[in-house]
């Protein structure tokens, strides 16, 4: 575990981190020829199972997940997100974080920060569970989505924040949808490497939700680029299937036992 973590660490400032999400073993056996860090994201709320937001997640389906996530990944990085209300104190985090260690032997946890769990953070690190943070844009404690670090005041906050959390013991940090001009100036200033999702090429690694990449989710947010759009090719695929089978084309004896 701490191998990987090390190595995470080492890649700072020497090429970028690839990150993206990943909810099943089959898309975990994909990423692990190319990720640094697989993400079990408390995204899957919303990309996965519809929900309004990620606020709704449970910490007994994340871990189902993390589990079939860590069956398909052998080289990557495997971090899990800790849900909403799973850390709000030092005791309730301890024991939902051993929790999801031992269940999923997963590498890391990540936690969002709410600007004052710095000191749970730290205990977490010193219990040796290797924790990454995240500020910026943070889902669990923000109602209503709004581009961070835009303003002096904000920088400030955001570049105290992320050196609050790197000396609790963070090995990383995710950067969400904050400014290019702060994101520059905290991947500089920070140790950890900074992982960016909507927040500028000059984060030390990109993240994004696999399934807002591929062009499943229906979401496009600005800072997502669409690689392919997979939801038309699927359709394609199941009108295909649908007319073999009102055609009688299939199943053809080539697909049965005889």
């Known amino acids: 575990m701490l191998k ?3 190595r995470i660490k080492r890649l700072k400032s020497k090429r970028k981190l690839v990150c993206l999400t990943a909810y099943s073993t089959p898309i975990s056996k994909i990423l692990d020829n190319h990720c640094d860090i697989v993400l079990v994201g408390d995204s899957m709320a ?11 997640i449970n910490l007994k389906t994340i871990i189902n997940h993390a589990i079939a996530v860590k069956r398909g990944s ?9 849900p909403i209300n799973t850390y709000k104190s030092f005791k309730i985090a301890k024991k939902n974080v051993t ?4 269940k999923t032997k997963c590498d890391a946890v990540k936690l969002e920060s709410d600007g ?33 670090g835009l303003k002096k005041n904000e920088e400030k906050k ?6 609050e959390i790197e000396n609790a013991g963070a090995f990383s940090l995710v950067l969400e949808c ?23 090429k000059f984060c030390d690694g990109q993240i994004l939700v696999t399934d807002d990449l591929i062009g499943i989710s229906g979401f496009k947010p ?37």
């Open 4 to 6: 990987k973590i090390n």
């Open 46 to 56: 919303t990309a996965f199972y519809g929900m309004e937001n990620t606020k709704t």
């Open 74 to 82: 052998k080289k990557s990085t495997v971090v899990v997100d800790m």
């Open 99 to 102: 929790d999801v260690f031992k």
């Open 116 to 148: 004052k769990n710095f000191t749970i953070i730290r205990k977490l690190v010193n219990l040796g569970f290797p924790i990454m943070g995240q500020i910026g844009y943070t889902p669990q404690n923000k109602n209503k989505f709004k581009p961070q």
């Open 158 to 163: 955001l570049i105290k924040e992320s050196l």
């Open 178 to 200: 904050i400014g290019e001009k702060t994101s520059k100036k905290i991947t500089k200033v920070t140790n950890i490497p900074t992982i960016g999702i909507g927040s500028s």
């Open 222 to 258: 600005k800072f997502v680029k669409k690689y392919i759009n997979l939801k038309k090719i699927l359709e394609k695929t199941f009108l295909k299937f649908k007319m073999d089978v009102l055609k009688q084309k299939f199943p053809a004896r080539k697909n049965s036992f005889n």
